[in-house]
């Protein structure tokens, strides 16, 4: 049976009766005009009545290079028919092994051991798992715990809520998992000023510092999202915070372990956000965009001096017990490599260097609205914050509704609202998300009559 052989109301109702949707208030949802996206193509999603929305945040920033990319399409579809599914423990196969030495090519120098998972989470809880094992590897005890940031998101399985301070996500879960010691994020909330960014981030590296000093017997690592806390509510904050870390971890031999789940392959303007701060971590983390958001695969990608304490001696097992089902899965791994393919094929970072001014000039005049607060944008990642006294969550909701009316997909971080479209996005596209949007935000500050529709809740 077709999609379109269900009719609407029964899947909606069937929606309402069955489905529990992730990161969703479900009161509002069901009070809500029922939002059911049913194909897409580039930059558009369209619902079943055929209406074209412009997807504003590359459907929950994994879909770097449009929707049904052709070349990804038709890798995944050639390797259905080829072979599903393949084991990566004591045995390979040729797309996994492919795949592991092109990222091994691309990604920050020193990076050369690839460790596939299956999505964000499970490469974040891979990465940690790795930095402890390295130290209990090297028979060092009691380092077993990390450093990470206020308001820092890295996935909802519980390790990963041990290292999130994002209050809403991960407070019910404060007593079932050990906490990392949380340093202040470096942001500022307040338009860019490369001067007053820096010295933010470098008061905020202070307190870090503090921290490391009183509890380097027990830390492994410091975990971060590099340049921008997606789910903290986009919060951009300057390189310098990047430099500093890296120099404190290489002075005190701490592992850091970069997130670019979110921001890796081109967000920032770089291919990964530590290479415009010009660092390299010890562990880097990749997932969502590496597929071109077709299917769910990650990676945690180490060094050659991490991966080799995990090499057994006499007498003693170092292996490393962890691994997922499809970890390094062929189908996934046919995407990624043709995504890395097509990423570097079709000029896609000098489309994101040419779009970039165009989205900073856009979120600039998005700034002259009275309700916004401040505005900051970085690569193919454009954000506004809202006034907490003009209502900023509600009427954050309220705008990206009217911006949804309107014909583009934005989904509210509490009073923040941003774009992160695909990387392709041309200029009259980006032209267009930013026209709604201004639209939207006129729209959203008239009084309504009717109750806040919108049900996005969260990330
Ligand atoms: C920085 C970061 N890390 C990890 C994750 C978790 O990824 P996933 O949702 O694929 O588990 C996310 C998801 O938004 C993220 O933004």
């Known amino acids: 049976m077709t999609p379109m052989a269900i009719h609407t109301d029964t899947l909606q109702e069937l929606d309402y009766r069955h489905l529990w949707h992730p990161y969703t208030d ?30 504003g945040i590359a459907s929950w920033w994994a879909v770097a290079l449009g929707h049904s990319h052709p070349r990804i399409v038709e890798a995944i579809r050639a390797q259905a028919g080829v072979m ?18 092109k990222l091994a090519g691309i990604t920050p ?32 005890r009691g380092k077993t715990r990390f450093v990470a940031l206020d308001e820092g998101y890295h996935g909802d399985t519980l390790g990963a809520v041990g290292i999130g301070f994002v209050p809403a ?86 592992l850091l372990i970069a997130d670019e789940i979110a921001v890796g392959f ?8 530590c290479d415009v701060a010009g660092i390299a971590p010890d562990i880097l983390c990749i997932g969502k965009a590496m ?78 609205h009275d309700a916004v607060h401040y505005h900051k944008s970085l690569g193919l990642i454009g954000m506004i914050a809202l006034k907490p006294e003009v209502g900023g969550a509600a009427l954050a909701k309220r705008i990206a509704r009217r911006a949804f009316e309107l014909g583009l997909f934005i989904r509210p971080l509490g009073n923040v609202l941003y774009l992160w479209p695909p990387l392709t996005t041309t200029e009259a596209e980006l032209a267009q998300m930013l026209i709604y949007f201004d ?16 049900a996005d809740d969260g990330r």
């Open 26 to 55: 479900i009161n509002a949802y069901e009070a809500a005009p029922w939002t059911c996206f049913e194909r897409a193509s580039g930059v558009y999603l369209y619902d079943r009545d055929g209406r074209a929305v412009l997807d």
């Open 84 to 101: 599903q599914h393949a084991i990566l423990g004591n045995q390979t196969h040729p797309l996994a092994v492919r795949l592991a030495a």
């Open 109 to 140: 120098p020193g990076l050369t051991r690839c460790y596939f998972a299956s999505d964000g989470a499970s490469a974040t809880e891979a990465a940690l798992k790795i930095a402890i094992q390295y130290w209990h590897n090297r028979g060092v």
């Open 169 to 254: 996500f991960h407070a019910p879960f404060d007593g079932a998992v050990i906490k990392s010691f949380v340093a202040p994020a470096p942001h500022r909330a307040a338009d860019t000023d490369d001067a007053a960014d820096r010295a933010c981030a470098v008061q905020a590296f202070a307190a870090l510092e503090c921290i490391v000093a009183a509890q380097e017997d027990q830390i492994a690592g410091v975990i971060l999202e590099p340049l921008c806390m997606g789910a903290a509510g986009i919060r951009l904050y300057h390189p310098e915070y990047l430099r500093l870390v890296r120099e404190l971890c290489d002075a005190r031999g701490l």
């Open 266 to 273: 081109g967000r920032t303007g770089g291919v990964f956000a």
């Open 291 to 368: 597929t071109g958001g077709t299917l769910p695969m990650s990676a945690a990608i180490v060094t050659e001096e991490i991966y080799d304490t995990f090499r057994n001696e006499p007498g003693r097992d170092r292996t490393f017990y962890d691994g997922h089902t499809y970890c390094g899965n062929p189908i996934t791994s046919a995407a990624a490599l043709a995504f890395l393919e097509a990423f570097e094929a079709e000029g896609v970072m000098q489309n994101v260097a040419s779009r970039t001014p165009q989205l900073a000039a856009g979120m600039a005049r998005l700034a002259r």
């Open 439 to 454: 639209t939207a935000i006129e729209r959203g500050q008239l009084p309504m009559s009717e109750p806040l529709p919108s």
